[in-house]
């Protein structure tokens, strides 16, 4: 009778363990504004030092084919909050809003028990201009979209800069990219002791024009022009402060635990030196690789094992990966997405990527799959390019005449993706079956009502003051964003 009761006991014991959940990871995504796909030290970058990614890069899972959701940054931000391509979303470009329909990340896991956090630019209420404080009243703030607490600005921002914590305007002193994650360091502290998970978006205004890098942060590039002595310096501090959010959150014993993404929302600059896109074709505004190839780590001590891969994966893959983690129900996302959870691919490789990679910007369009990708410069004129990027990374042979099956295919699959995308835009994916409200056209926020009444005194700070140039890529002669 005595063992009977202790074999009880302990069957007991092993079943009321293996029924206790783990502990929801912390989930905290950062991402650079304008960083190109060779802009790191474990890229072996000729000048550039990042020891702190290359850090995170080693203990983590390093892409060397991630993608951002699309050449320019709004519409990425919109991929990486929905799952989505963000023509879906109605984020046709830099300054679209992000739909009210939509449904986001951190909504999700804010109905999941997380408590949630956007820190720095957001660009998805529908402005254009330099970033300004986020107002309270803003209907598309990141408070509208499930983010319990927001230091955040509408656009990119560099030294110094004038942000918003839930609509109350404050200013900051320092490097752009040291303001954000102190910000978030804050709401870690914060909430780390309590009962419920984090999840933090932090989204640096850096390296993107007008590029201003404190004098320490660009001593090393003295060699170069002064407009590439900035944008490296920026970097410098983007490293730094992503060195430490990770220390903070070994400071406090939440690394272990802790899935943490970095990624660039675009494709690298022309004009600096040296190059930013590692020899990529195209930049920032292509769907060539150099437009939409960008650094990509993720890091999770507990689960991931580090290593190196080449498994194509992509921002909208993001939202997919962590519904996957935590077993959300079916409705958090929007249908159709566009992404797929990365989950499997922590513990090791999980063969060749089943579902291809699209993306459209304007009349621009592109599929990238394992190894081939059909791109065109006008999807309504019917011409298109095919690459074979194992053995042409560059995209400098079109091979689509060697390959007429492959591109037919290709084409197929593109053309049916695009009708997809149009249905989307046209509200079809909602209950309603419409937009509702209508989007806003994009405005630079200087000439709405809102802003009116800042905008007398906030012009005579430097980054607001009357463009002289300072936005304009260097031999552009365009605003950047």
């Known amino acids: 009778m005595k063992c009977l009761l202790q074999l009880f006991l302990i069957n007991f014991v092993i079943a009321t363990t293996s029924s206790v959940a783990a502990p929801k990871p912390n989930i905290i995504f950062v991402m650079a504004d304008d960083m190109g796909w060779g802009q790191t030290g474990y890229r072996g970058h000729p000048i550039l030092k990042t020891p702190n990614l290359d850090a995170m890069a080693a203990n983590g899972l390093r892409f060397e084919r991630f993608y951002a959701g699309n050449p320019v940054c709004s519409p990425t931000r919109a991929s990486v909050l929905t799952g989505r391509s963000n023509d879906r979303t109605g984020v046709l470009s830099h300054g679209y809003a992000l739909r009210l329909q939509e449904k986001t990340i951190a909504q999700a896991l804010k109905g999941a028990g997380y408590v949630t956090g956007h820190f720095g630019k957001w660009h998805l209420g ?22 319990d607490e927001w230091v955040s600005l509408t656009n990119f921002f560099d030294q110094n800069p004038l942000m918003s914590r839930q609509g ?17 360091v804050k709401f870690i502290e914060k909430h780390h002791s309590g009962d419920k998970p984090l999840f933090a978006i932090i989204w640096f205004g850096s390296p993107h024009s007008p590029f201003k890098a404190l004098e320490a942060d660009k001593a090393a590039f003295a060699s170069l022009d002064k407009t590439s002595q900035d944008h490296y310096g920026e ?36 004009g600096i030196t040296p190059d930013t896109v590692g020899g990529l074709r195209g930049n920032k505004g ?20 580090p290593r190196i ?17 935590l077993s959300l129900p079916d409705d958090v996302m929007i249908k159709p997405i566009d992404g797929i959870s990365l989950k499997p691919l922590f513990a090791g490789e999980i063969g060749d990527r089943v579902k291809p990679l699209p993306f459209r910007f304007g009349t621009k369009a592109a599929l990238t799959g394992v190894r081939y990708k059909l791109l065109t410069e006008d999807i309504g ?25 492959i591109y037919e295919q290709m084409k197929k699959e593109l053309l049916a993706w695009n009708e ?15 937009v509702s409200p209508p989007d806003p056209e994009p405005i ?10 800042y905008l007398a005194e906030w012009q005579k700070l430097w980054e607001y003051q009357p463009a002289k140039g300072k936005n304009k890529q260097k031999g552009k002669g365009k605003p950047t964003e």
Not at 263 to 270: T, Y
Not at 309 to 325: G, H
Not at 422 to 434: I, L, M, Q, R
Request: net charge negative; aromatic share 10%; proline share 9%.
């Open 126 to 147: 529908g402005f254009k201009g330099p970033g300004a404080p986020v107002l309270k009243d803003d209907p598309r703030s990141p408070g509208a979209f499930g983010f």
């Open 168 to 184: 109350e305007i404050a200013e900051f002193s320092g490097d752009s990219s040291e303001v954000a994650v102190g910000e978030a």
């Open 235 to 270: 970097l410098v501090a983007l490293d730094r402060s992503v060195g430490t959010l990770r220390q903070k959150l070994r400071d406090h014993g939440l690394a272990e635990n802790t899935l943490l993404v970095f990624n660039s929302d675009n494709g690298g600059l022309p």
């Open 286 to 305: 292509t769907v060539y690789e150099g437009g939409l190839r960008v650094p990509g780590i993720m890091e999770w001590p507990a689960v991931i094992k």
């Open 309 to 325: 891969t080449s498994y194509p994966a992509c921002t909208v893959d993001l939202f997919p990966t962590v519904a996957d983690i």
């Open 381 to 405: 004129k019917g011409s298109f390019q095919l690459y074979d990027l194992q053995s042409d990374p560059k995209e400098k042979s079109d091979i689509s005449a060697e390959q007429p099956a």
């Open 420 to 434: 997809s995308v149009n249905a989307s835009f046209a509200g079809k994916d909602y209950p309603e079956g419409k």
């Open 444 to 453: 630079d926020w200087t000439a709405h009502p809102s802003y009116q009444p």
